[in-house]
């Protein structure tokens, strides 16, 4: 019974991965990660929000990725965890991709959880574990940034993405 | 003024991610899994063949939201069942209220409760009709109302399941759907809309009071 719960939302984990992570690849093996560990960690689960534990898992597993390649999440160069992505076709998509892996990973957490999954402050603040303070800053700083990012780069070739 | 205010950034991200809703999930995401769930797989598949039709609707086209927030088994059948029947336009009960009598009568023989229809007028619903629905153990009755606004309202019930536990009144959040349930040793039950949760609140309560007397 456990992983039919979880299936429903394997979509959901990926679009947020692959927006997250940048390329497929490494956004699969995210999601992957994420469901072997929500399943050992199944019987900690409490009947309420599914969504929010299971993307609360993944944070995990991310944060730990990145701990792994010796990125601190709070670097804003982010570039090196999500080079983009070959198999990604057109060039808006690379250039939307180049913009996101520009923020801090932390603001694209917060950017993605609530465009993608529509989640609210609230559900953010637990999913992530932070004060919905920070939520809401991170959120206005990584609009801010990946706005900037985008006005910059219309049609111009070979642009500079943000440092 | 940029042209990428938040509703425009939400739109850009959501057109180019979205896509990745509808792309078959890679066999390995069902692949490993823990001895021990082939044994449950196999006998879900048998049973839960239909509980997954309802639920592969709600996961297939990209226009649809999302499925989010989860709950516990029992509210979570009911919030899908909401969210599959509430909208039907034309067809939304099988027996309607002006047959009220022969519906509680066949629906509590289907389910093997004695089944009460409460009445919720004073919190501006209607009944409007039933319905039987497949079940991991059986069969299930929804019951829907209606408010004068068009908004519904479903009560879902069924015996209680082996696996599940009883329970006090709770609150679960299923993607739009609100759910409050309860399971005590007779039945399960649980009652679903798209309405905030003080409101719903209030009417399981009434629902509560009018069931368990």
Redesign the interface.
């Given at each position: 019974m456990d992983y039919d719960l979880i299936v429903p939302y394997i979509p959901n984990l990926r679009r947020y991965a692959r927006a997250l992570v940048g390329d497929r690849d490494g956004a699969d093996d995210l999601v992957q990660d994420t469901l072997e560990r929500a399943v050992r960690k199944f019987h900690l689960w409490r009947p309420g929000d599914l969504r929010a534990w299971l993307f609360s898992i993944m944070h995990n597993v991310f944060v730990n990725q990145l701990k792994a390649r010796r990125i601190p999440t709070d670097m804003e160069i982010d570039e090196l965890i999500a080079a983009p992505a070959s198999s990604v076709s057109g060039e808006d998509v690379r250039d939307l991709q180049r913009a996101l892996n520009g923020l801090a990973a932390e603001q694209r957490e917060v950017l993605l959880l609530v465009a993608l999954e529509d989640m609210s402050y609230a559900d953010v603040s637990r999913t992530l574990g932070i004060p919905m303070g920070t939520v809401m800053s991170r959120l206005s700083r990584g609009r801010e940034r990946l706005r900037r990012a985008l006005d910059r780069e219309p049609a111009k070739a070979g642009l500079k993405v943000v440092s | 003024m940029?042209?990428?205010d938040?509703a425009r950034?939400?739109a850009?991200?959501?057109k180019?991610?979205?896509p990745?809703?509808?792309?078959p999930?890679?066999a390995?995401?069902?692949l490993?899994?823990?001895p021990w769930?082939g044994y449950?797989?196999a006998a879900?598949l048998v049973a839960?063949g239909l509980a997954?039709g309802l639920?592969l609707p709600?996961?297939r086209p990209p226009a649809a939201?999302?499925?989010?927030?989860?709950?516990?088994?029992f509210?979570?059948r009911a919030a899908r069942a909401h969210a599959v029947y509430a909208p039907e336009v034309r067809h939304p009960v099988e027996v309607d209220a002006t047959q009220q009598d022969h519906l509680v009568k066949w629906l509590s023989k289907r389910v093997g409760v004695a089944l009460k229809i409460p009445v919720l007028a004073a919190e501006g619903f209607e009944l409007l009709g039933g319905r039987l629905l497949p079940g991991p153990e059986g069969p299930v009755a929804q019951f829907m109302y209606q408010d004068g606004a068009g908004k519904r309202l479903t009560l879902y019930a069924s015996k209680p399941n082996r696996?599940e536990s009883l329970t006090a009144f709770?609150f679960?959040?299923e993607g739009p759907v609100s759910v409050f349930y309860w399971i005590d040793r007779e039945c399960g039950y649980a009652l679903s809309g798209e309405l905030d949760r003080a409101t719903l609140t209030r009417i399981a309560t009434s629902v509560y009071k009018q069931l368990e007397p």
């Open positions: - | 940029s042209e990428h938040d950034l939400k850009l991200l959501k180019h991610f979205d990745v809703v509808t792309e999930i890679p390995r995401m069902y490993r899994r823990p769930i449950a797989r879900m839960a997954m639920a709600l996961l939201p999302a499925l989010s927030a989860g709950g516990a088994p509210a979570l696996a709770r679960v959040r």
